[in-house]
């Protein structure tokens, strides 16, 4: 079973979604939980086999698929994977946990399950193209989800969801297949393996136009700027749910994918393109944190506030050092449970109120303390308080970043102002002041059934923020295995500079080695 | 008096594939249409039997009786369906026939 | 030793759940009681540690556990009690404890009792992380910690729409220095290797000047936002907002002074970079003048004594900059005491006179309130800096510093200030305490606090009084960790006339204020006097327009640009760029749709056309192919 356990991991939710179609409507909802929950329980049972002192790639499995294009079924799990993909079963769980009463509710919890697959698949895959269907196959559900319970505009939305992600997506196939056919002309056999792909050693001109393909498909799913303007419909129409997952896990695939893909394989282009993304970066903080604060909706806040926290992880991905890298990925981990966490509890006030604007609220610290509470503390994470989760990653990438640019990361560092702008802003409309609007004075307070799922988060959001090491240890040494190996395989000057050397006096020996 | 060589068949067929295709492109009547098919295949006729005599090869000529043979069933099933049209619509002529418009 | 560290530094943390437990529950004693029991706890430990380095232990270091460790990053939960931390960690909690008892009475009807204590000990807390930690990034949790007490204590009653707005300028201010701050601490680390104190600053002596000047900037730019120096001083008065026991302990006893802390911490650098510590120096000088300015002419009890804190940071920071850490600590520690007495004290004038702030629309109030009106009184005194008060001491030391470094428009400019301090602190018990008993217009009955609190806040009254003949001892503990320089001057007869002298000015500036304001002909201003409409007047009641600037010139233009950016970068030019190219390839399909029209002979006109045009494609490129050669000479012919 220990060996299988990814493909159990991927497979069983898609499993038990197919036999949801014989369960009766009335136990749908304990069945999906128990699904969410055991699958949860197996992907702790994971992280807890997972041995946190290898870099490399562990619980691997391998399958030929289409031998003679080398195209195999090969999963594995590395630090840098492990965490997003119990992110994705954890908030799946607590999704299914906290769905409130919704039509067809047979369906909905069906497709979360068939959802839960591709995200844990995309994550695991090592193959290019098992990848890549997994990386397809995320979008159906998702559209559905939108397509189906979500807001007047919601086919627009859905559509705009679909077709922008999905043209990226192709760009990025074209690549895929661009790079597995210089393999072959490289080695003489086809492969599609990605760690085989590690190996290769592409010319400079090649990197460039490979990573601006591998780069369409990547910055539309983050989505940076200026291909971020199918998020705020995605969010804005989505149920809560949707949005949840949406922010939580599927827009880390893009900031994943760098890493996986665009670092190790093309480190010379990665260095060569470093400014301009840090640039873009730096728009989507500053710019996208101005669009939030100028937002009426609550939930549009949330949204271009996630876009923002995305930019400072493209940042560190791109510090191309292991102090900023190890932050992207835990801000990965650490946007994906506050942003969830905002996402659901913008959900607790629509649920309520049916509405979403800010000015319809307004002291409603007064009526729902706990709810105000609990939201606090959420903005305290986003706007990066110490001991939040947040904090850690944002000040890792960008302390990892300032080693490459000064001046950039001190732009980049108004995150921490702009954020607060909006933030507390957005706060203070609906929570502060007095009760304005007759229809809050007798709202209920948050409920058991959300509670179940915000309380965990909260205790998530504290106890990592204090206590980052479990999970920052195995990132880590993923990272720094793939630090080095970008090092090894750089080409150029430049790259050879910007990427640090963690092998300790490696260059005086080879220096040596001329000598003699 | 010059000796009629290949090129003057390959002519003679490229005017009669030219006639067909007019034809095929000018006819609303679907009659007609078949007609102007007829003239196409058998321009094609022509060609396969020159070149099959030129070369002194009889694969070129087992062809033309394929066509032929194939054309005949054609037309066979063609006009039978172009009766029943006739019966249904009491007309044959193609601006009529547009339920296929994407 | 280790043991005292923890429960000083734990105790209000657990004070702080323990009162928020009780946040959803109705207003209970207990929750008052425990808290300041726990923070008491907290302040004998730091007295048994601060005994035991005044009796010259070790300093005691303890690393708790790691918090983030990443590539060569190595950042622990580390704390050190030294002599500069034991200083810091004994103001914190005695002005604390004295707060949090002062604060059972003072918040004794509010409906959100519970909840501030539970903010309040949470903010000693971070306080506590501040000053006890040893390496930088702890030092910046405690930094944004305090930041985040304080938007919740300033905002603390969050119905009034002037409170919840000035939390938000407090907390976003502070942010736009802790950039400054954070700036500092990667340059720290990159430059150093390590975030520890010890080891960054022994590696600093190593380091390029350059690169030294650009860390000793960026430090202090976060010092300047939690110290509230210019020019990001406008929430510290706008902070006024919160509850008065909140005003004493952040606002003026602790969590300001977090800038002058962090300048006497980083004393190994900013000796490096004596420009820098100049430039400290002068701003310092220039915001204790600055802000004594605007003291001088406000009608808002609390908001005059908020500037006068703003400018005795200004004094601080240049006994900071000019490298006498020593004396900035000194002024610091008595500062917090009487600065806190003085709000504690203002505070019970406010409840007397049902939250009026207005110090025309008081007067005569030493009948009704005897103990206030000395307490305040002496406060005064120790502010203005008279023999021997604690003031003299810590106040005219920075004075000497700056003669005897021989900065002498620095001196001046603290010498003039020490007569403005002195004459807008008597002004304000003046027209508090003395002259026509005005509040009688308004038809309020002012009443004495409760006894406790008062008895809470003697040891600050006698902290104010004695604290200056701890000098000498603690100028022995100190300087084994900061820079023993003792600021004497050579000669003994211009230290007479300077002392004397300064004295005397004082002493006049506060006869003056009396003169003017204790006597029964002070009006209610009513905007029609004379001095009202005077230029200059109108300038310092308007903060030199500065948050008029602030507002018209940062806030509305950021706003209105987000909203630019939203309706119409975004909206119009980012998204409708997607649309329309979505947009052609539809319109694409609309037109050639047409094509497909269902029409046989129409469609095989189309199959003609497109035969026709891959035949003549195929012919041409077969062409090209055969022929290249030749068209490349032709071409080359051509000379293309």
Same mark, same amino acid.
């Given at each position: 079973m220990i060996d299988h356990i990814l493909s159990i991991l991927i497979f069983f939710p898609a499993l038990a979604a197919m036999l949801g179609f014989i369960i009766h409507k009335d136990s749908i909802r304990a069945y999906g939980v128990a699904i969410a929950t055991i699958e949860f329980a197996l992907s702790l049972w994971l992280w807890f086999l997972f041995d946190s002192n290898v870099s490399g790639m562990q619980f691997m499995e391998q399958l030929p698929l289409v031998p003679s294009f080398g195209i195999n079924y090969i999963l594995g799990v590395d630090g840098i994977s492990l965490f997003i993909v119990i992110l994705a079963s954890f908030f799946t769980m607590i999704g299914l946990a906290s769905l409130t009463d919704t039509k067809n509710i047979k369906n909905m919890i069906i497709t979360l399950l068939f959802l839960q697959m591709t995200m844990v698949g995309v994550f695991v895959a090592l193959d290019a193209i098992v990848f890549y269907v997994f990386w397809e196959l995320s979008l159906v559900p998702m559209l559905y989800i939108i397509g189906a319970w979500g807001g007047p505009l919601r086919i627009y939305a859905s559509v705009k969801f679909f077709l922008y992600t999905f043209t990226g997506s192709l760009v990025m196939l074209v690549g895929m297949l661009f790079m597995a056919y210089y393999y072959y002309q490289a080695t003489g056999t086809w492969s599609f393996a990605i760690l085989e792909w590690y190996r290769l050693i592409l010319p400079e001109a090649f990197q460039l136009w490979l990573f601006v393909a591998f780069f369409i498909g990547f910055a539309i799913k983050v989505p940076m700027f200026p291909f971020h303007t199918w998020l705020p419909y995605a969010h804005g129409q989505a149920p809560t749910i949707g949005s949840v997952i949406l922010a939580a896990i599927l827009l880390k695939m893009g900031t994943y994918a760098f890493i996986r893909f665009s670092l190790p394989m093309f480190p010379d282009a990665s260095v060569f393109f470093m400014f301009p993304i840090a640039i873009l970066a730096i728009i989507m903080i500053i710019y996208t944190a101005m669009v939030a604060y100028a937002q009426e909706d609550i939930k549009q806040v949330v949204a271009y506030s996630s876009v923002s926290h995305m930019g400072v992880i493209i940042l560190g991905t791109f510090a191309l050092n292991v102090e900023g890298i190890t932050g992207s990925i835990f801000l990965m981990i650490a946007h994906g449970v506050v942003s969830g966490a905002l996402f659901l509890l913008v959900g607790v006030i629509y649920d309520r109120r049916h509405t979403k604007m800010m000015s319809e609220f307004g002291g409603l610290a007064h009526v729902m303390p706990r709810y105000a509470t609990i939201f606090g503390l959420m903005l305290m994470a986003s706007v990066g308080m110490p001991l939040t989760i947040n904090f850690v990653g944002e000040f890792l990438s960008l302390l990892g970043f300032y080693k490459q640019s000064h001046i950039l990361t001190i732009l980049a560092g108004t995150a921490i102002i702009v954020g607060a702008i909006y933030m507390l802003t957005a706060y203070k409309k609906m929570f502060f002041g007095n009760v304005t609007n007759e229809e809050n004075r007798n709202l209920p307070d948050v409920s058991k059934r959300e509670l179940l799922a915000l309380i965990p988060l909260a205790i998530i959001t504290v106890w990592l923020g204090i206590y980052p090491k479990p999970i920052l240890v195995p990132i880590n040494n993923s990272v720094a295995s793939i630090v080095q190996l970008m090092h090894d395989k750089s080409t150029t000057e430049e790259a050879k500079k910007r990427i640090p050397n963690l092998v300790k006096g490696e260059d005086v020996k080879t220096l040596e080695k001329e000598a003699h | 008096m010059m000796e009629i060589g290949l090129n003057h068949y390959l002519v003679l067929s490229t005017i009669l594939f030219a006639i067909g295709l007019i034809g095929v492109m000018r006819r609303k009547n679907l009659l007609l249409l078949f007609f102007a098919t007829e003239i196409l295949l058998n321009s094609v006729n022509i060609a396969f039997a020159a070149i099959s005599h030129y070369y002194g090869d009889l694969t070129g000529q087992l062809f033309v009786f394929f066509v032929i043979a194939i054309a005949a069933s054609e037309v066979a099933v063609g006009l039978g369906l172009l009766i029943v049209w006739h019966k249904r619509h009491g007309n044959i002529d193609l601006d009529h026939m547009s339920t296929m418009r994407g | 030793? =280790?043991?005292?560290?923890?429960?000083?530094?734990?105790?209000?943390?657990?004070?702080?759940?323990?009162?928020?437990?009780?946040?959803?529950?109705?207003?209970?004693?207990?929750?008052?009681?425990? !808290?300041?029991?726990?923070?008491?706890?907290?302040?004998?430990?730091?007295?048994?540690?601060?005994?035991?380095?005044?009796?010259?232990?070790?300093?005691?270091?303890?690393?708790?556990?790691?918090?983030?460790?990443?590539?060569?990053? #190595?950042?622990?939960?580390?704390?050190?009690?030294?002599?500069?931390?034991? $200083?810091?960690?004994?103001?914190?909690?005695?002005?604390?404890?004295?707060?949090?008892?002062?604060?059972?009475?003072?918040?004794?009807?509010?409906?959100?009792?519970?909840?501030?204590?539970?903010?309040?000990?949470?903010?000693?807390?971070?306080?506590?992380?501040?000053?006890?930690?040893?390496?930088?990034?702890?030092?910046?949790?405690?930094?944004?910690?305090?930041?985040?007490?304080?938007?919740?204590?300033?905002?603390?009653?969050?119905?009034?729409?002037?409170?919840?707005?000035?939390?938000?300028?407090?907390?976003?201010?502070?942010?736009? @220095?802790?950039?400054?701050?954070?700036?500092?601490?990667?340059?720290?680390?990159?430059?150093?290797?390590?975030?520890?104190?010890?080891?960054?600053?022994?590696?600093?002596?190593?380091?390029?000047? =350059?690169?030294?000047?650009?860390?000793?900037?960026?430090?202090?730019?976060?010092?300047?936002?939690?110290?509230?120096?210019?020019?990001?001083? $406008?929430?510290?008065?706008?902070?006024?907002?919160?509850?008065?026991?909140?005003?004493?302990?952040?606002?003026?006893?602790?969590?300001?002074?977090?800038?002058?802390?962090?300048?006497?911490?980083?004393? !190994?650098?900013?000796?490096?970079?004596?420009?820098?510590?100049?430039?400290? @120096?002068?701003?310092?000088?220039?915001?204790?003048?600055? @802000?004594?300015?605007?003291?001088?002419?406000?009608?808002?009890?609390?908001? *005059? *004594?908020?500037?006068?804190?703003?400018?005795?940071?200004?004094?601080?920071?240049?006994?900071? /900059?000019?490298?006498?850490?020593?004396?900035?600590?000194?002024?610091?520690?008595?500062?917090?005491?009487?600065?806190?007495?003085?709000?504690?004290?203002? /505070?019970?004038?406010?409840?007397?006179?049902?939250?009026?702030?207005?110090?025309?629309?008081?007067?005569?109030?030493?009948?009704?309130?005897?103990?206030?009106?000395?307490?305040?009184?002496?406060?005064?005194?120790?502010?203005?800096?008279?023999? !021997?008060?604690?003031?003299?001491?810590?106040?005219?030391?920075?004075?000497?510093?700056?003669?005897?470094?021989?900065?002498?428009? *620095?001196?001046?400019?603290?010498?003039?200030?020490?007569?403005?301090?002195?004459?807008?602190?008597?002004?304000?018990?003046?027209?508090?305490?003395?002259?026509?008993?005005?509040?009688?217009?308004?038809?309020?009955?002012?009443?004495?606090?409760?006894?406790?609190?008062?008895?809470?806040?003697?040891?600050?009254?006698?902290?104010?009084?004695?604290?200056?003949?701890?000098?000498?001892?603690?100028?022995?503990?100190?300087?084994?960790?900061?820079?023993?320089?003792?600021?004497?001057?050579?000669?003994?007869?211009? #230290?007479?006339?300077?002392?004397?002298?300064?004295?005397?000015?004082?002493?006049?500036?506060?006869?003056?204020?009396?003169?003017?304001?204790?006597?029964?002909?002070?009006?209610?201003?009513?905007?029609?006097?004379?001095?009202?409409?005077?230029?200059?007047?109108?300038?310092?009641?308007?903060?030199? #327009?500065?948050?008029?600037?602030?507002?018209?010139?940062?806030?509305?233009?950021?706003?209105?640009?987000?909203?630019?950016?939203?309706?119409?970068?975004?909206?119009?030019?980012?998204?409708?760029?997607?649309?329309?190219?979505?947009?052609?390839?539809?319109?694409?399909?609309?037109?050639?749709?047409?094509?497909?029209? /269902?029409?046989?002979?129409?469609?095989?006109?189309?199959?003609?056309?497109?035969? *026709?045009?891959?035949?003549?494609? @195929?012919?041409?490129?077969g062409l090209t192919a055969r022929y290249s050669g030749e068209i490349k000479a032709i071409l080359s012919g051509l000379g293309v």
């Open positions: - | - | 030793m =280790e043991i005292y560290l923890y429960i000083a530094l734990f105790s209000p943390l657990v004070g702080s759940l323990f009162a928020g437990l009780f946040g959803a529950s109705p207003r209970t004693k207990i929750a008052g009681i425990v !808290p300041s029991l726990l923070l008491f706890t907290s302040f004998l430990s730091s007295t048994v540690l601060l005994v035991y380095i005044l009796g010259g232990g070790e300093k005691v270091h303890v690393e708790m556990m790691t918090w983030m460790a990443a590539g060569d990053l #190595y950042i622990p939960f580390g704390f050190v009690v030294d002599q500069v931390s034991v $200083t810091m960690m004994m103001v914190v909690t005695l002005v604390s404890t004295i707060v949090h008892i002062y604060s059972i009475g003072y918040m004794d009807h509010d409906k959100g009792f519970n909840r501030f204590f539970s903010y309040l000990s949470a903010f000693v807390f971070s306080m506590m992380i501040l000053v006890m930690s040893d390496n930088f990034a702890g030092l910046f949790i405690g930094w944004e910690g305090v930041g985040l007490c304080s938007w919740l204590l300033i905002g603390f009653w969050y119905h009034k729409e002037s409170a919840t707005w000035a939390a938000n300028e407090a907390f976003i201010m502070n942010r736009i @220095a802790d950039l400054g701050m954070l700036i500092g601490i990667f340059l720290v680390y990159w430059s150093t290797g390590t975030l520890q104190y010890e080891q960054a600053f022994a590696a600093m002596s190593g380091l390029d000047k =350059e690169v030294l000047t650009w860390i000793g900037i960026f430090l202090f730019i976060g010092a300047m936002g939690k110290s509230a120096q210019f020019p990001l001083h $406008t929430w510290l008065a706008d902070a006024m907002e919160g509850p008065t026991p909140v005003s004493a302990l952040i606002h003026a006893a602790t969590m300001v002074t977090a800038g002058v802390y962090l300048v006497v911490r980083a004393n !190994p650098l900013y000796d490096l970079i004596p420009h820098v510590g100049l430039f400290i @120096a002068s701003l310092g000088a220039f915001v204790a003048l600055f @802000a004594a300015s605007m003291a001088l002419v406000n009608r808002d009890m609390k908001r *005059i *004594i908020a500037y006068s804190t703003l400018s005795q940071l200004g004094y601080m920071f240049v006994a900071a /900059g000019l490298g006498a850490y020593w004396v900035a600590l000194f002024h610091l520690m008595a500062h917090a005491f009487f600065k806190a007495l003085l709000f504690l004290g203002a /505070g019970n004038v406010m409840h007397a006179m049902h939250n009026e702030l207005d110090p025309f629309k008081m007067g005569g109030l030493r009948k009704v309130m005897k103990g206030t009106f000395i307490m305040m009184t002496l406060a005064s005194v120790a502010l203005a800096g008279i023999y !021997p008060f604690a003031g003299f001491f810590s106040k005219d030391l920075i004075l000497e510093v700056a003669f005897v470094e021989q900065h002498y428009i *620095i001196y001046s400019v603290l010498l003039f200030t020490a007569g403005l301090t002195a004459f807008y602190s008597f002004r304000l018990v003046a027209l508090i305490f003395h002259g026509e008993e005005r509040y009688k217009i308004f038809g309020i009955h002012p009443h004495e606090a409760y006894k406790f609190m008062l008895v809470a806040m003697s040891p600050l009254l006698l902290l104010a009084i004695i604290a200056g003949s701890f000098k000498m001892t603690y100028f022995e503990m100190v300087t084994a960790m900061l820079p023993a320089t003792e600021y004497h001057l050579h000669s003994v007869v211009t #230290y007479w006339i300077m002392t004397i002298g300064t004295q005397l000015f004082v002493i006049l500036a506060i006869a003056f204020a009396y003169k003017k304001y204790a006597n029964n002909k002070v009006k209610v201003p009513d905007g029609t006097s004379k001095i009202e409409n005077n230029l200059c007047y109108k300038v310092l009641s308007n903060q030199y #327009y500065i948050p008029y600037i602030y507002e018209e010139y940062l806030v509305k233009p950021y706003r209105e640009l987000s909203s630019v950016f939203w309706k119409e970068v975004d909206m119009k030019v980012v998204d409708a760029t997607v649309d329309g190219i979505a947009g052609i390839i539809y319109s694409s399909g609309e037109k050639t749709r047409v094509m497909q029209s /269902g029409n046989l002979s129409t469609m095989l006109k189309w199959m003609v056309t497109g035969v *026709i045009i891959l035949l003549s494609l @195929a012919v041409v490129f």
